[in-house]
């Protein structure tokens, strides 16, 4: 049940609710630090060994995260940083997709990740049910009227495949590496973003966001690859 509340319903209503009253730069933020907090979480919780290479590829990956998070305050100079209730509404929902991962990561033992997926769905599925009527007796069902086909597609793809498909995969992978590695790749989530963004909506790439990607990729390196990162350092001094 938790981690269908955590992975699911729980972590997405924080985050929507206190996106209402933050700013998405600042939400996105916020959410750089999941592999910090997964790592230190990881180590309290599950025992994970992490090695020095391992810290500083994270902070290596958190500060280019912070370079794309906040790529309009490096580019105007401008930021709006929301207020502190909706910040700690995002804060909330990092800290329940962290649990997520680490109780995915211990049930990962004994269940597949199509059991894991489907406990997800399930009860993340019904929990979301007294959320959406409290939200529609709230806001009305005038909404219904302006859906369109694009949008019934959107939401299909949403469910079947950035999901379903997605959740999966990432249950497969928490059962080949660490909590600690599945929290690292979360750093590559705005670079993927960005790549599909420029092409798509036509945004731009700017140098915060060069200089970004660049530190993501070597810091999530470092953090992952740490043991051939240490042969071959070795090797140069031998």
């Known amino acids: 049940i938790l981690i269908g509340l955590f992975g699911s319903s729980l972590n997405m209503a924080f985050f929507l609710f206190g996106l209402r009253h933050t700013?998405?730069?600042?939400?996105?933020?916020?959410?750089?630090?999941?592999?910090?907090?997964?790592a230190i979480f990881a180590?309290?919780?599950?025992?994970?060994?992490?090695?020095f290479l391992q810290v500083i590829g994270v902070a290596v990956g958190l500060v280019?995260?912070?370079?794309?998070?906040?790529?309009?305050?490096f580019e105007t100079g401008n930021f709006e940083d929301g207020s502190l209730f909706?910040?700690?509404?995002v804060f909330v929902s990092l800290l329940m997709w962290v649990a997520y991962i680490l109780m995915s990561?211990?049930?990962?033992?004994?269940?597949?990740?199509?059991?894991?997926?489907?406990?997800?769905f399930i009860f993340g599925g019904v929990s979301f049910i007294p959320l959406a009527v409290w939200e529609?007796?709230?806001?009305?069902?005038?909404?219904?009227?302006?859906?369109?086909?694009?949008?019934?597609?959107?939401?299909?793809?949403?469910?079947?495949?950035?999901?379903?498909?997605?959740?999966?995969?990432?249950?497969?992978?928490?059962?080949?590496?660490?909590?600690?590695a599945a929290g690292v790749v979360l750093y590559l989530g705005p670079?993927?973003?960005?790549?599909?963004?420029?092409?798509?909506l036509g945004e731009k790439v700017t140098w915060p966001f060069i200089v970004g990607?660049?530190?993501?990729?070597?810091?999530?390196?470092?953090?992952?690859?740490?043991?051939?990162?240490?042969?071959?350092?070795?090797?140069?001094?031998?």
Do not use: C
Not at 43 to 51: D, P
Not at 64 to 73: H, K, N, V
Not at 86 to 89: A, F, I, R, T
């Open 23 to 38: 700013t998405a730069m600042t939400a996105q933020a916020i959410f750089t630090a999941t592999p910090v907090f997964t």
């Open 136 to 180: 529609n007796m709230q806001i009305g069902l005038d909404w219904v009227h302006a859906v369109t086909l694009g949008g019934v597609l959107g939401v299909v793809y949403q469910g079947a495949v950035a999901s379903f498909i997605a959740f999966i995969a990432y249950q497969i992978g928490l059962q080949l590496t660490t909590a600690f």
């Open 191 to 200: 670079v993927i973003t960005t790549a599909f963004a420029v092409p798509i």
């Open 105 to 120: 990561k211990s049930l990962s033992e004994r269940y597949s990740p199509f059991t894991l997926t489907g406990f997800v």
């Open 43 to 51: 180590y309290l919780i599950l025992k994970e060994r992490i090695q």
């Open 213 to 238: 990607v660049l530190l993501i990729v070597i810091g999530s390196f470092v953090a992952t690859q740490h043991q051939f990162v240490l042969q071959k350092f070795r090797k140069n001094e031998g």
């Open 86 to 89: 909706g910040n700690s509404l």
């Open 64 to 73: 280019g995260s912070l370079f794309i998070a906040l790529r309009a305050f």
